[in-house]
């Protein structure tokens, strides 16, 4: 008699035990602590996913085809948003050690396989770089181009763009001697992202 009392005793705490445990994965819902404690399978796929790049690009604005882009000390704090560390994750490297001031400026609708991002950013505290980056859906950089800069050590360099639908015009300006010098480079946007210099 005993051992049947304690079989039911053990059998009554098993089953509603393993009942709960069935219920639990039929329904869907996560376990509580202790059930992740004692079941080290258990992976919860619904974890949030931060969406911060993805927000931080849906704000920056988009500016409509063709584009002058003259950004400088002058102006170029006045639009755009700072960046967050998306340049980071996306592993933007400016390859210049004094690199500082990163502002992401706009977007261009120039494809829908990737996007098309204009950053700038300062070196050291009389360099501006402007940059037009194309990103692919996985947040990786496919190719960059300097598309306008500005220095005011001694005011005489400069570089802006014109940026139309078939063709990007990047003019550099010499202003160290008496007749300033233009020299203006061409590239075409390839269906991959890519910029490909051609002749003017």
Not at 147 to 160: H, L, P, Q, V
Request: hydrophobic content about 30%; proline content about 4%.
């Amino acid at each position: 008699m005993k051992k049947l009392t304690i079989l039911m005793l053990i059998t009554a705490f098993l089953f509603p035990s393993c009942d709960s445990k069935t219920e639990r994965k039929t329904t869907g819902t996560p376990p509580t602590q202790e059930g992740i404690a004692k079941d080290s399978s258990y992976t919860e796929t619904n974890k949030g996913i931060s969406n911060s790049e993805t927000d931080l690009l849906a704000r920056l604005p988009v500016r409509d085809l063709p584009i002058m882009d003259s950004t400088s000390f002058d102006n170029f704090e006045k639009y755009g948003i700072r960046d967050n560390g998306f340049l980071k994750r996306i592993k933007f490297d400016p390859r210049r050690k004094e690199a500082n001031n990163f502002r992401l400026n706009y977007k261009i609708p120039l494809s829908e396989n990737f996007t098309s991002v204009v950053i700038s950013y300062q070196c050291g505290e009389h360099e501006l770089f402007t940059t037009l980056i194309t990103i692919n859906k996985d947040n990786k950089i496919i190719d960059k181009l300097e598309i306008a800069y500005d220095e005011i050590a001694e005011s005489a360099f400069g570089k802006t763009s014109k940026i139309e639908k078939d063709k990007i015009m990047v003019t550099s300006s010499n202003w160290m001697s008496e007749v300033p010098v233009f020299e203006t480079e061409t590239y075409i946007l390839e269906y991959n992202g890519k910029f490909k210099k051609i002749k003017s």
